[in-house]
């Protein structure tokens, strides 16, 4: 089993110290993944509302770390999990500014980076940077072909799209991972979950129930094939950020509250029913980075216990 947990990063927990803190105790529980996700900004008049309940955003989303900084830390404080992104935008800079980026991320790692991106669903960060609300798929299939061209082979580079020209040209260094690091991609509408299939190496899929994460996930091993892929190859990491409660709650409430065991259970019948890889957020359960890590290491074994 593949156990991921998101860094400290946002609200309460937005400091480097606690970020390297936590990271360091679950590589020594025993996490064999931890990830960061993004959130640009939290618009007081949003153009679009917060996914679920009322539209509010959250008040820890107030205060949020850059993710590529803060996976450099993580990586700083560890030697062997894998490091990722869930998801991080694939719009807030240039593709080759990105690309230059995660490289010496997987370097600074020693080879241990998961690029998991994502088109985000924020009209209001969009406007703030700049990009074109209209268009992101394209925009995204583009981004995706830069990426590999930079990352690829030893020779120069050269990109002439619709959106980018890169004139030919060396871009050193390489990544550690030959010929990239893994490209995980995030969304749940059928282009998205077609593109997951096409071309990305596992789908980052959110808090919702069973059921339809295991029929969507079914929709993108169908694409694989259909693109001659190995569906088996794929990967899928499944991110949870429950509130903790004390007492159960009805199941419909269920990954985004109840209780440890509740939310164990989720996750046991996620990974018999899907091969899914959870990436737990303890970030709305959590009191202090104490609690965070006493919260996480008792996840990790009744996980073990049920799993084995």
Do not use: C
């Amino acid at each position: 089993m593949h156990l991921g947990l998101a860094v400290p990063q946002y609200g309460r927990f937005a400091d480097p110290r606690l970020s390297a803190q936590v990271s360091a105790v679950a590589e020594e529980i025993g996490y064999h993944s931890l990830w960061v996700g993004d959130r640009l900004l939290t618009p007081v008049a949003p153009i679009t509302p917060y996914p679920g309940g009322d539209g509010t955003f959250p008040a820890e989303h107030q205060v949020f770390l850059d993710p590529l900084t803060t996976l450099t830390v993580a990586a700083g404080a560890t030697e062997r999990v894998r490091l990722g992104s869930s998801t991080l935008n694939a719009f807030w800079q240039p593709p080759v500014v990105l690309a230059r980026a995660l490289t010496a991320i997987d370097l600074v790692s020693a080879g241990r980076l998961d690029v998991g991106l994502g088109l985000g669903w924020s009209a209001d960060e969009y406007l703030a940077a700049g990009v074109p609300w209209q268009g992101r798929g394209a925009r995204l299939e583009e981004t995706l072909d830069i990426l590999e061209r930079v990352w690829a082979g030893t020779g120069t580079v050269r990109h002439s799209g619709p959106l980018w020209t890169v004139p030919e040209s060396v871009m050193l260094p390489k990544p550690a991972q030959r010929p990239r690091p893994p490209l995980l991609l995030g969304g749940f509408g059928d282009a998205a979950l077609a593109r997951v299939g096409r071309r990305a190496d596992g789908w980052l899929a959110g808090p919702l129930p069973v059921p339809p994460v295991a029929r969507m996930w079914r929709t993108v091993r169908q694409h694989a094939e259909e693109a001659g892929r190995d569906p088996d190859a794929l990967r899928l990491v499944l991110r949870v950020n429950p509130e903790i409660t004390a007492e159960p709650v009805p199941d419909d409430q269920v990954p985004r509250r109840g209780t440890l065991d509740q939310l164990v259970d989720h996750l046991t019948v996620a990974i018999v029913t899907t091969g899914a890889e959870p990436l737990v957020d303890l970030h709305f359960a959590a009191q202090d980075a104490d609690h965070y890590a006493d919260l996480a290491d008792a996840l990790y074994h009744l996980l073990h216990q049920r799993i084995g």
